[in-house]
């Protein structure tokens, strides 16, 4: 039975994928002299931003931060949406009793930055970072930090996420993975435990799994 629900950010509860593809897109249009292609920006996604910067071809990453820092706060202050039905989801989680916890690529600052999230924050018990650990996703520390924080073992969390990055850190990790279909692209590395096409179908989840234990 499930007693740790662990949450991804970007794509699964905050729909960010447009303004992290135009802060993207303005920190190596200097650099680059053109905008990024869609295949350079999937290489983007899910991992931690310094990191991302180095794949998509910079050199000068301390740079090319800046610029995407600036360019990210200031969307982050205009507010970016929550996927329907995830603010519910997590009311009803805390109705519950169910412990709940983030690991996200971003970093302290992105995270106290996004006034969309800071609305749900008071859900989470625990919240894992890119500055938390020395490996990042996809490997399993992130996870495995995060399950030490709140006390639980592989068989009682569950991530749910939207990119590779996030399954394999599930995998790795030895816990199972939901996928959250709202905001995930097409992958077909990606072989989730559970796939959900709503957030609430997490619930149903829960309940079968109780069912069984």
């Known amino acids: 039975m499930y007693e740790l629900i662990i949450f991804d950010i970007d794509g699964t509860m905050i729909d960010t994928e447009e303004v992290v593809r135009k802060a993207y897109g303005h920190a190596m249009f200097e650099e680059l002299g053109r905008d990024l292609t869609d295949e350079e920006l999937a290489r983007a996604f899910g991992v931690p931003t310094m990191q991302a910067l180095e794949i998509l071809g910079s050199k000068n990453v301390e740079k090319a931060s800046r610029r995407y820092f600036e360019s990210l706060f200031k969307y982050y202050r205009e507010g970016v949406g929550l996927f329907d039905g995830i603010e519910e989801l997590l009311q009803e989680l805390m109705r519950r009793g169910v412990k709940c916890g983030i690991v996200t690529s971003r970093n302290r600052d992105e995270v106290a930055n996004d006034t969309t999230l800071s609305s749900l924050l008071k859900y989470f018990g625990y919240v894992v970072t890119s500055e938390d650990t020395q490996k990042h996703k996809p490997e399993a520390e992130p996870v495995l930090k995060l399950m030490e924080m709140a006390g639980a ?7 749910i996420g939207d990119t590779y990055y996030d399954f394999m850190c599930a995998k ?22 559970h796939t959900l096409v709503m957030p609430a179908d997490l619930l149903d989840v829960l309940d079968q799994e109780r069912c069984r234990g």
């Open 153 to 159: 073992e592989p068989p009682g969390a569950i991530y």
């Open 172 to 193: 790795n990790a030895g816990v199972d993975f939901a996928l959250a279909s709202w905001g995930a692209r097409e992958d077909g590395r990606i072989r989730p435990d």
